[in-house]
Structure formats: C-alpha cells, structure tokens
C-alpha cells in the first residue's frame, strides 16, 4: 500500500532540491549538492552525516563571505595581515601584545590603540592587520587618512550633513585612523575629528597610527587644550605602541643596494 506521499524519480528529486536551495537562498548546498551525494554513496555516510555535511559547508561559506564583505566595507587601502609582519625587522614590538590585540578583546572592551612612530617602522601594516583581524572576528571595521576623514567632516558640516557623518563613523565597532599628525590642522578641523572622538569615546574603539609622538601633537592640533582632550581621549584605559624610529623599510632597500653593489 503507498502512502500519500509518491517517491519522487531522482531526476524530480534534483529538480526539487535545485528549486528549494534556490527559493531558501543556499548556494553553497546547490553547488555541492551533486557532489555530496555521491560521496555519501561512495563513503555510506548515514542520513544525518550526509546533512550535517551539506548544512556545515553552507555555514562555513555563510561566514567566508560575511567575513570577506566587512573587510570590503572596512576600505583598507591594501591588505596586510598581522601573520605576515616581519618581528625581526622590528625588535619594538612584540609578538606576545600583537597576538594578545589580535584576540579583538580590546575592540569589545572599546577601547582605544595608538600606534606612534616613524615612516617605515610598520604602523600602518599593523593598524590595517589588527583592523582586518576584527572585521574577521566579525566586527565592523573603518580604515581611514586623517586628512580624508577632517576633509569629509568640513565638507559634510557646509552641506549641514555633519551630524549624519558623525553618527556614521560613530556606529562601527572600530575606526582606524591612519597618518594623524602629518598635517597641521585649523581649529574647525580639529573640533571636528574631537567630536568623532567623542561620539565614540567608551563605546567604541578608535585605532591610530602617527609619525608624531604625543609632545609634538601640538603640531597638529594647535589648540592645547584641545590638543590634551584628544590625547586623552585616545590614551584612556589604552595600549600604546612605540614602532620606533629605525624605518626598516629603509633598512632593507640599503641592505639590497649593498649586495648589488658588490
């Protein structure tokens, strides 16, 4: 006797799972649906091995894209990851605090990171490396030049748009600050980038690399009570990280120079 349910012809059946996976968006099943199945033949698997097989590829997929859509949305100008910083090169930091950073316990705590040192000595790898192993914790993550950033919020506040644009920069999880302290910067600007701080401040993390010890950040910003606000601002319950001053980007270019000299 047959029950309500017909058995469908395999051919039905593909077309079915093709239509489903379709409908519940699951691309990843689709694709590895066929592929699946034959092994599960092949390999006996039981029923629920053979599923937990095709749901765990559609997560793990799930999470890759996910991941690789916050590193898009983050705008790093390229990509460097913390696994290829040269230590050696570089006997200011240490492996032990990078890898303890990478755990992003500082970002959920929202707490701040200041990177200071000279051209050359690996600030900029390490903000964009840290930055891109939050956005792979699945954080949001924003990689920005002080200069674009203070230009954005002049234009923004001429356009009355500056509340919007705060609040923007407000919401990620951490904000990366690149190249603070290259630039002079009038008072207006200066306010400015003070009140992304403070939309931030214990909420959020705030990343910075500069070329300026904190003595020359009245360079920068040359109101010096200002100035001290913002010091503070991104040194509470901080970690601060001096790169130095030996560029070894400089290093190595000498170092190749002289073997070609010889």
């Known amino acids: 006797m047959t029950g309500p349910h017909h058995a469908l012809t395999e051919p039905a059946s593909d077309a079915a799972i093709d239509t489903a996976c379709r409908v519940l968006r699951l691309p990843t099943m689709r694709a590895q649906f066929?592929?699946?199945?034959?092994?599960?033949?092949?390999?006996?698997?039981s029923y629920r091995g053979f599923l937990a097989e095709l749901l765990m590829?559609?997560?793990?997929?799930?999470?890759?894209?996910?991941s690789e859509r916050r590193i898009r949305a983050a705008g790093f100008p390229r990509q460097k990851?913390?696994?290829?910083?040269?230590?050696?090169?570089?006997?200011?930091?240490?492996p032990a605090l990078i890898n303890n950073?990478?755990?992003?316990?500082?970002?959920?705590?929202?707490?701040?990171?200041?990177?200071?040192?000279?051209?050359?000595t690996g600030k900029s790898h390490l903000l964009i490396g840290l930055g891109a192993a939050a956005a792979m914790a699945g954080f949001r993550v924003r990689y920005v030049l002080a200069a674009k950033l203070v230009n954005e919020l002049v234009e923004a506040a001429d356009d009355k748009q500056l509340t919007k644009t705060i609040a923007r920069y407000g919401r990620v999880d951490l904000l990366c600050i690149d190249e603070l302290g290259y630039l002079e910067l009038d008072r207006r600007g200066a306010e400015?980038?003070?009140?992304?701080?403070?939309?931030?401040?214990?909420?959020?993390?705030?990343?910075?690399?500069?070329?300026?010890?904190?003595?020359?950040?009245t360079?920068?910003?040359?109101?010096?009570?200002?100035?001290?606000?913002?010091?503070?601002?991104?040194?509470?319950?901080?970690?601060?990280?001096?790169?130095?001053?030996?560029?070894?980007?400089?290093?190595?270019t000498k170092a190749r120079q002289q073997g070609s000299d010889k």
């Open 34 to 45: 066929a592929d699946t199945v034959s092994r599960a033949e092949r390999e006996h698997l």
């Open 219 to 252: 360079k920068t910003f040359t109101d010096p009570r200002l100035c001290a606000a913002i010091v503070d601002r991104l040194t509470f319950n901080g970690t601060i990280i001096e790169t130095g001053t030996e560029s070894y980007r400089l290093a190595r």
């Open 57 to 66: 590829a559609e997560c793990e997929d799930r999470d890759r894209r996910r």
């Open 81 to 94: 990851w913390l696994s290829d910083f040269d230590y050696t090169a570089n006997a200011n930091v240490t």
């Open 101 to 120: 950073l990478a755990t992003c316990e500082w970002v959920k705590k929202g707490e701040p990171l200041c990177l200071i040192g000279d051209s050359g």
């Open 192 to 217: 400015m980038l003070f009140q992304v701080l403070t939309e931030r401040e214990e909420k959020n993390s705030v990343a910075i690399a500069s070329n300026e010890s904190f003595g020359g950040w």
